[in-house]
């Protein structure tokens, strides 16, 4: 009889010890704090794939909201046309802008930029996405194109999820499609729905990195209010 209490009294000592680790209630998940660098297994030391909504990039927005808001109406987006283009429309330019653009635009724009998109094909109705190939469009500046993508306007959403680099890569293809470019692009889908690998582009260059690209200063290097003990020097 004590040898069975016995076996109860451990057996119970065990699951109220470790019945934490047994069932998947989200309780212990990975995470990744400020200034805290990845373990050894954390997304192959690759970093994240993108940012979540809403969230703040360790190297800044190129146009932030205090700038210029993320209003998508008519004046908002006029406020971008003085925005220049900071990348050149080279090789690597040009093949990352069809990346995102056969992932983000030609669904509603289609391949070639003629309006003709998948949406068109499946029911005409769809066909309120316009030709980038006109020349209303054309004569828009690079930095009114980039601030469309990132605000939407009218019935285009915000494509905001592109980021600010990658976005003027966008751009640069479709100047590219309006045969403004020395050279033609290439056009038509990248793989099929669903294929991966280097159909897609890269990893996010604006989240975490590993290791951090920054790093905590220290008390020396803090003025004013910002220091350790909240004094000032």
């Known amino acids: 009889m004590s040898n069975n209490v016995t076996r109860i009294c451990l057996l119970t000592l065990v699951l ?24 050894s297994d954390s997304a192959a030391n690759r970093g994240f794939r993108g940012n979540p909504a809403g969230s703040v990039p360790t190297t800044g927005a190129a146009v932030p909201a205090y700038a210029i808001s993320y ?9 971008f046309s003085v925005i220049r ?4 429309a080279d090789a690597r330019s040009l093949a990352n802008g ?3 653009y056969a992932i983000n635009c ?43 993508i990132r605000n939407g306007r009218a019935t ?17 293809y479709m100047r590219g499609l309006q045969g403004m470019l020395p050279q033609p692009v290439p056009t038509g889908p990248l793989g099929s729905p669903g294929e991966t690998g280097d159909k897609l582009p890269g990893a996010t ?29």
Request: charged share 20%; net charge negative; glycine share 8%.
């Open 106 to 148: 030609a669904v509603c724009h289609g391949d070639t930029g003629d309006g003709n998109g998948v949406l068109k094909q499946l029911n005409p109705m769809y066909s309120f996405a316009p030709p980038l190939l006109l020349d209303l469009t054309r004569n828009r500046t690079d930095g009114y194109l980039w601030g469309m």
């Open 205 to 233: 260059r604006m989240g975490p990195t590993v290791p951090s690209a920054h790093v905590r200063p220290g008390p020396e290097q803090m003025t004013g209010v910002d220091r350790k003990a909240g004094e000032r020097p």
């Open 71 to 79: 209003s998508n109406t008519l004046a908002t987006l006029d406020s």
């Open 16 to 39: 109220f010890s470790s019945a934490c680790e047994w069932f998947t209630d989200f309780k212990q998940q990975p995470s990744v704090g400020t200034w805290q660098h990845f373990s």
């Open 98 to 100: 069809r990346q995102y």
């Open 85 to 88: 283009n900071p990348v050149p």
């Open 156 to 172: 285009m959403p915000s494509y905001n999820r592109i980021e600010d680099m990658d976005r003027w890569d966008v751009v640069n």
